[in-house]
């Protein structure tokens, strides 16, 4: 693909703070860095989260709903904890410590998600975006529970070719219009069919950082299932299920059978009466 730049680097993960480069001391003046904290939701199961910073709600009085990303208007400095309560409630149901800071401009990314080993219980994934020229492109996957929904195929074009995506890595995108898609299950010829596509379109700019995030929870009683779904978030459009690709099969043409079936019984009937 042309505008679909090499892989950048593994997706630099962790869980539950955000540690990073540590501070210079001895300046003579402060620098400032433009700097942007992005949250997203892919808790299954909590339709709301409210983010609370040193008593103050972060989220105001617009909770964080499920399968949504907010870019949350705050400052931050080393040691800041972020805590996260189910709207209107009175348990936080997770902290999040900031442990450092870059020191460069950055998009700082944190995703709430369930525990995969867990019924219950938040967990973090943050990443941080380093300036670039080139648009990057964070693919995350926090799809738990115990339900295996068949193999899963992410692929993205740019309106010539598919090239494959992997989870948990971050990729460089050159400005353009872009298809994401999800196949969920197995190839057509072994299954008939039984494939589920989803897709979304989403324009890349110049120098801004996306997530593609995948999530849900998978369990064998369809009350606990949370699908599985996935979004891009600056700037994804909305997700639109694909016709699944037809199965091609071979259909005789029986009127043609017949003919063929006829004309022997015919010849073998010319030849009876010439002897």
């Known amino acids: 693909m042309s505008r679909l730049l090499l892989l950048l ?6 869980e539950g703070v955000l540690k990073l480069s540590p501070k210079k001391e001895g300046l003579l003046q402060a620098i400032t860095y433009k700097q942007e904290l992005r949250v997203c939701n892919a808790y299954p199961g909590i339709e709301a989260l409210e983010i609370v910073k ?5 989220t105001g009085k617009e909770p964080l709903k499920y399968k949504t990303c907010r870019t949350v ?5 080393s040691g800041d904890k972020l805590e996260f309560f189910v709207s209107n409630g009175a348990t936080s ?3 999040f410590t900031v442990w450092d800071l870059p020191q460069h401009d950055a998009v700082m990314l944190l995703v709430v998600h369930r525990r995969k080993e867990y019924t219950h219980g938040v967990s973090f994934l943050s990443h941080v975006f380093a300036p670039s ?3 990057q492109l964070a693919i995350i996957d926090t799809y738990g529970g115990v339900d295996n929904p068949g193999p899963v195929k992410l692929s993205i074009n740019d309106g010539s070719d598919d090239d494959a995506l992997s989870f948990d890595t971050v990729v460089g995108v050159t400005p353009g219009a872009y298809k994401i ?20 379109n989403f324009v890349a700019e110049k120098g801004e950082s996306y997530v ?17 779904d996935f ?33 022997p019984c015919l010849l073998v009937a010319i030849l009876a009466l010439l002897q």
């Not at 040193?54 to 972060?58: C, E, H, K, R, T």
């Not at 593609?212 to 599985?228: I, N």
């Not at 037809?246 to 259909?251: A, G, I």
């Open 73 to 77: 208007k705050t400052s931050l400095s």
């Open 212 to 228: 593609l995030l995948r999530m849900g929870w998978g369990e064998h009683s369809p009350e606990h299932e949370w699908p599985m």
């Open 181 to 200: 898609k999800l196949a969920i299950g197995e190839d057509d010829a072994k299954t008939h069919g039984k494939v589920m596509i989803r897709s979304t």
């Open 9 to 14: 680097a593994l997706l630099g993960l962790s």
């Open 231 to 263: 979004l891009v978030y600056p700037g994804g459009g909305a997700l639109v299920e694909e016709a699944k690709p037809e199965v091609k099969k071979t259909h005789m043409d029986h009127s043609s059978a017949q003919t063929a079936l006829i004309a």
């Open 54 to 58: 040193s008593g103050y709600v972060l």
């Open 133 to 135: 020229k080139a648009g």
């Open 93 to 95: 149901e997770g902290t």
